[in-house]
């Protein structure tokens, strides 16, 4: 263990501080009541500032980020976050607005709604958004409330099932059932692609809408979508996007022209802001100009979402520009379909053809079981990825397949970056024929190993526990 490592409260040396304030000139203040005095002394560690200095920094050096190293998380879009989006933020007109100001000291900032309002609209076809959503399921809830508004409004009652394929993000099912919908799957073909003859008999007047990701989290695009937008229409349902994952479409394709009727985006995969973590995110819900009156007058988060999030999109937008926003969808997809294509003799890949930003392994050809000695599992592939420094791909979901390695590289890697990957990759497959055992014990240079990933979440240490 390095000298640093140690915990700030074990680097607290008595009577040492970090500050160092002029003397007190003035009187003495009254003394506090009684009752509210503390009675013991408080717990605090006592260091010096160049401690505190490096007791955060090392702490902050312990994660990974998309500003440490390469990380292909699929689904999630992991792209590089623009500095100039922060400066942006941090600008004093706009980092110093409080929600309940005068809109007369506010202008500014309606505005930037104003003009992303407009930007996404011509975007994603839409005809008009709101930014309240501050997530991107936050979205996906929104739309339901506006899909079953919709329906409520023309008296039509019965409507209170969503059609949702087996290959949707998790977030998917959840929304519709706590928007209080019942959830129908729909199944998949082999080719990854919804099943349209399985949908029509599921097409019936207790419909409401159907959900889809497009491209779907296979990374492959519905090619059938028209056809299944007539007929979800013509039954009386609407069709919601799922536009979490938008990026290989930008600037090529749009959702409104496929025929879907509400969407939402996730500011903070697509549009470069921040997220991981938990960080504040914007899920900004678009509807097409029949359903502008269901969007919501109410507030669905307090105030108007998440502005600084909104506000690092628009500058993002900005500096793009229209002729660069094209390049962002065929990078991405130039990028996923390079590193498939150069790793599927030593991954199983369930589906062939061109996929868009994302795809899936099914695990290593050759795991190396032998005698007693279990084979790597998708798992070990992904902690020993740590080990050379790459963050692991998406794993274990999309749940069709069992040992699913999602792999999404964005357009902001480099080529040198991807060619790393894909040696790294080619390594751990051939350490894994070799040696299995070397994948089930990594990672092996990560400051902790393997956690109980269950227990972590069940039951989080997020405080200093005293040893004694
Ligand atoms: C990330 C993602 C979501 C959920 O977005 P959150 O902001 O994490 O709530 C929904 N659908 C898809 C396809 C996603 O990739």
Avoid at 52 to 71: A, E
Avoid at 119 to 129: R, S
């Amino acid at each position: 263990m390095k000298y640093y490592d140690k915990l700030i409260f074990e680097l607290s040396k008595e009577g040492r501080v970090g500050y160092s304030l002029p003397k007190n000139q003035f009187p003495a203040a009254p003394e506090l009541p009684l009752q509210v005095k503390r009675t013991s002394a408080l717990c605090l560690p006592e260091v010096s500032e160049p401690d505190v200095v490096r007791h955060y920094t090392n702490l902050s050096q312990m994660n990974f980020g998309v500003d440490t190293g390469f990380y292909p998380l699929g689904s999630c879009t992991m792209k590089y976050n623009p500095k100039i989006n922060e400066e942006i933020a941090a600008l004093p007109g706009f980092n110093g607005l409080h929600p309940l100001m005068h809109a007369g000291l506010t202008k500014g900032a309606l505005k930037v709604y104003q003009e992303m309002n407009k930007a996404l609209a011509a975007i994603t076809g839409m005809y008009a958004f709101t930014f309240d959503p501050c997530a991107g399921a936050h979205g996906e809830l929104t739309g339901l409330m506006i899909m079953r508004q919709y329906h409520m409004n023309r008296g039509d009652l019965k409507r209170t099932k969503v059609i949702v394929p087996d290959s949707a993000h998790g977030t998917n099912p959840a929304s519709a059932a706590v928007c209080g919908l019942e959830v129908v799957e729909v199944k998949s073909l082999e080719n990854g692609r919804i099943d349209v003859e399985a949908l029509k008999p599921l097409l019936d007047d207790s419909v409401a809408g159907i959900m889809m990701t497009n491209p779907n989290t296979l990374g492959l695009f519905e090619t059938q979508i028209k056809t299944i937008a007539k007929l979800v229409h013509e039954a009386g349902g609407l069709l919601y996007y799922d536009g979490a994952n938008m990026n290989p479409l930008m600037g090529v394709v749009r959702p409104g022209d496929m025929g879907f009727d509400i969407m939402h985006l996730n500011l903070h995969k697509t549009f470069s802001t921040p997220h991981g973590g938990g960080g504040p995110g914007a899920g900004p819900v678009g509807v097409a100009k029949h359903l502008e009156d269901c969007l919501p007058d109410i507030r669905v988060s307090g105030f108007h979402g998440n502005f600084g999030v909104i506000l690092r999109a628009y500058a993002y937008i900005l500096m793009l520009g229209k002729d660069n926003f094209k390049k962002v969808g065929q990078y991405s997809v130039l990028s996923a379909n390079y590193i498939k294509e150069s790793l599927k003799d030593l991954y199983k890949l369930p589906i062939e053809g061109v996929c868009k930003h994302e795809f899936v392994f099914d695990g290593l050809i050759n795991d190396g079981a032998h005698d007693d000695v279990p084979g790597a599992t998708t798992l070990d592939v992904a902690k020993r990825l740590l080990d050379y420094g790459f963050h692991a791909p998406t794993i274990y979901f999309p749940l069709l397949f069992h040992q699913a390695l999602m792999i999404e590289p964005t357009e902001t890697e480099s080529k040198e970056t991807i060619d790393a990957f894909i040696a790294v990759m080619r390594k751990i497959a051939e350490e894994a024929a070799a040696d299995p055992m070397l994948l089930h014990d990594a990672p092996h240079n990560t400051p902790i190993s393997r956690p109980d990933e269950t227990a972590a979440a069940r039951n989080p240490i997020l405080k200093y526990q005293d040893a004694n």
